[in-house]
């Protein structure tokens, strides 16, 4: 059960679009369509942005959306707004009926 | 409103055992997996285990099996965490979480309570 790996950070500015790639094996992200991505801001619970790899819960913001290919998902924020200032976190579902999540990324908006 | 209150956080020594409790309301309980995710200090998310929900199937990551059992009793519309052998590492916030979908489902949670806060310490 090896976490998932997401760049440390990535920035971006005000009405910019940015990606954070979380980058798995064929037993986790490449095997399942079960990739989520989480929003915590600091001293905050998290808060789910996208599951299972495209659908975003309802309220979620459309400028938030996820893909995949391979063994890699992807979380594109669009229209960066300063509020989307946090900490990014994916998971997937893997072998062993377990979950694994991503060691997370800190997205600085400039 | 769906709402999740975690209790039973504590300080323990080593090797200590402790019980979390997860109160849910709002939803229909039974109707949806639920999950236990923590998180250390400074440090980020780690999934703990799931139960589906019946209660009649579990699942846990490798760094608690043997040691963690996860339960649940929808009577109370209740969720358990019994954590035994306990270790420093183990020293975290621990969010209950509900599943989005209803079902088998346990991939993604919707619903995260405030948590309650591990230390397992000397």
């Known amino acids: 059960q090896s976490a998932l790996t997401q760049p440390a950070s990535v920035s971006g500015s005000p009405g910019q679009s940015i990606a954070i790639s979380c980058t798995g094996t064929s037993s986790d992200v490449g095997g399942y369509p079960y990739v989520s991505w989480y929003q915590q801001h600091p001293g905050k619970t998290p808060k789910l942005m996208i599951y299972?790899?495209?659908i975003r819960p309802s309220g979620v913001s459309n400028r938030f959306s996820g893909s995949k290919s391979g063994n890699t998902a992807s979380l594109t924020i669009s229209g960066l707004q300063a509020e989307d200032e946090a900490d990014y976190y994916c998971?997937?579902?893997?072998?062993?009926?377990?979950?694994?999540f991503g060691g997370g990324t800190k997205l600085t908006v400039l | 409103e769906v709402q999740l209150l975690e209790s039973g956080g504590d300080l323990v020594q080593p090797g200590g055992s402790l019980r979390l409790s997860c109160a849910a309301s709002g939803f229909t309980f039974n109707s949806y997996a639920m999950n236990w995710v923590r998180q250390a200090p400074g440090k980020g998310l780690e999934w703990v285990s799931a139960v589906s929900g019946s209660g009649t199937s579990t699942y846990n990551a490798d760094s608690v099996k043997g040691r963690f059992t996860i339960s649940r009793d929808n009577s109370k519309n209740t969720l358990h965490l019994q954590m035994n052998s306990l270790r420093a590492e183990d020293t975290a916030v621990y969010y209950c979480?509900?599943?989005?979908?209803?079902?088998?489902?346990?991939?993604?949670?919707?619903?995260w309570g405030q948590g309650t806060t591990v230390t397992v310490s000397s």
């Open positions: 299972d790899v495209t």
């Open positions: 998971s997937s579902f893997a072998s062993s009926d377990t979950l694994v």
């Open positions: 979480a509900k599943s989005i979908l209803a079902g088998l489902h346990y991939y993604a949670m919707d619903v």
